[in-house]
């Protein structure tokens, strides 16, 4: 596991040099978009109900004494609850509605990787954005289940930092798996394409964490975000495939 997690961290180094070798930066423009605006609006959600949630929770406590000090409290986990869902929720939706657009750029990919002339995808806009949607609903469903037990884990004294790392690889999981079916969709089922990423867990993974690293970056990782890691999980989505002989030259 360890070592497809290095190689999905890996691919990262050849993307640049690749989408201004390809000319593929011209297709992210609407996903760029579509991630600053994203990215706004949970933003904007995150500052405005924190202390809405954080009042809810500081109903629990019924004394006086403290009550100020638990009501910060209340806020920061209320604002920290919101920024948490809010990373869940921009991945899936951002990588869904950029599925028709990202999948151009993995069939480009691949094509220049196998050294074949390039051939667009039979799979029709509609069909593209609906495999996106498809896979990252399931996904959010599974990270918010994964989730919640997690978060759970962290108000237990002593070992509940170990939270903070969970959630991050949770989270780092299924971005890795959103940008690898944007080339898993043209050669696998639903189905076994989510058996794939399951059985190369790290591969997903590795190029999740420096999705998720560079998200902490203003304004220049949501821009950058999907363009590296769309294009390192294409770079190592289509070895994988041609190791297992899915593809072949």
């Known amino acids: 596991m360890f070592k497809n997690i290095f190689t999905g961290i890996n691919a ?3 993307s640049f ?3 201004k070798q390809l000319g593929l930066w011209k297709y992210f423009g609407i996903p760029m978009l579509i991630s600053l605006f994203t990215a706004s609006i ?3 959600l995150a500052w405005s109900l924190s202390d809405n949630i954080g009042s809810f929770i500081a109903k629990i406590w019924v004394w006086q004494w403290g009550l100020e000090t638990f009501h910060s409290i209340s806020n920061f986990i209320g604002g920290l609850l919101i920024v948490i869902l809010g990373f869940i929720l921009y991945k899936h939706i951002v ?3 950029s599925a028709p657009f990202m999948s151009v750029v993995s069939e480009k990919i691949e094509a220049h990787l196998l050294q074949l002339p390039y051939v667009k995808s039979e799979n029709s806009f509609k069909q593209q954005l609906w495999r996106g949607i498809k896979i990252n609903v399931r996904n959010l469903v599974m990270e918010v289940f ?3 037990p997690v978060i759970l884990l962290g108000f237990i004294p002593v070992i509940g930092f170990i939270s903070s790392i969970l959630l991050f690889l949770i989270q780092s999981y299924y971005a890795g798996f959103g940008n690898m079916d944007y080339t898993l969709e043209r050669h696998l089922s639903y189905k076994k394409s989510i058996a794939l990423v399951r059985n190369n ?3 997903a993974m590795g190029n999740g964490i420096i999705f998720m690293l560079m998200l902490l970056l203003p304004v220049i990782g949501i821009i950058l975000v999907l363009p590296l890691s769309v294009t390192a999980a294409s ?3 289509v070895n994988l495939l041609k190791n297992r002989k899915i593809i072949s030259l």
Request: charged share 10%; no cysteine; proline share 0%.
């Open 12 to 14: 990262y180094r050849s």
């Open 17 to 19: 040099k690749l989408l």
């Open 42 to 44: 949970i933003g904007f």
């Open 95 to 97: 990588l869904a509605l």
């Open 146 to 148: 994964f989730s919640i």
């Open 201 to 203: 867990s790290g591969l």
């Open 235 to 237: 770079l190592a989505t």
